[in-house]
């Protein structure tokens, strides 16, 4: 079964610091886009950042520039999500998806009826909170 599954949430106060983890299942990294993106309880998704195999980076959110940082190991098999000065509004579930535009014009998510993004994990819960 092909999967992503996402790790490293928790619990963190202001200002703190948590590396999240998106590991694929059942299929290797390598040659895939992978992107970013929470939710937080009421809201919409948002989509955070992508990486494209050659471990290149697009930032999506004004509001995570200069703290988070998008990384990926393609011999682990892993990108990761390193977020810095964590804030309370980053709290959310965080998923990690496959983009099969390869992090291009994120504006357009559908393409002949299908969503970009697929093998969606269960994501991780990122809580900010003193």
């Known amino acids: 079964q092909l999967q992503l599954v996402e790790s490293g949430g928790g619990l963190v106060q202001p200002g703190g610091s948590l590396r999240l983890s998106c590991k694929a299942s059942?299929?290797?990294?390598?040659?895939?886009?992978i992107a970013w993106f929470r939710q937080a309880p009421g809201q919409e998704r948002e989509g955070i950042s992508c990486?494209?195999?050659?471990?290149?980076?697009?930032d999506f959110a004004d509001s995570v520039k200069g703290r988070f940082i998008t990384s990926r190991d393609n011999a682990e098999n892993m990108v990761y999500l390193q977020m810095n000065s964590l804030k309370p509004e980053d709290t959310g579930l965080y998923f990690c998806?496959?983009?099969?535009?390869?992090?291009?014009?994120?504006?357009?998510?559908?393409?002949?009826?299908?969503?970009?993004?697929?093998?969606w994990g269960r994501g991780t819960q990122v809580t900010v909170s003193s």
């Open positions: 059942g299929f290797t990294l390598d040659y895939y886009a």
């Open positions: 998806a496959v983009d099969s535009q390869f992090c291009s014009n994120p504006e357009r998510i559908y393409y002949r009826g299908k969503s970009r993004y697929d093998y």
């Open positions: 990486i494209i195999p050659n471990g290149s980076t697009t």
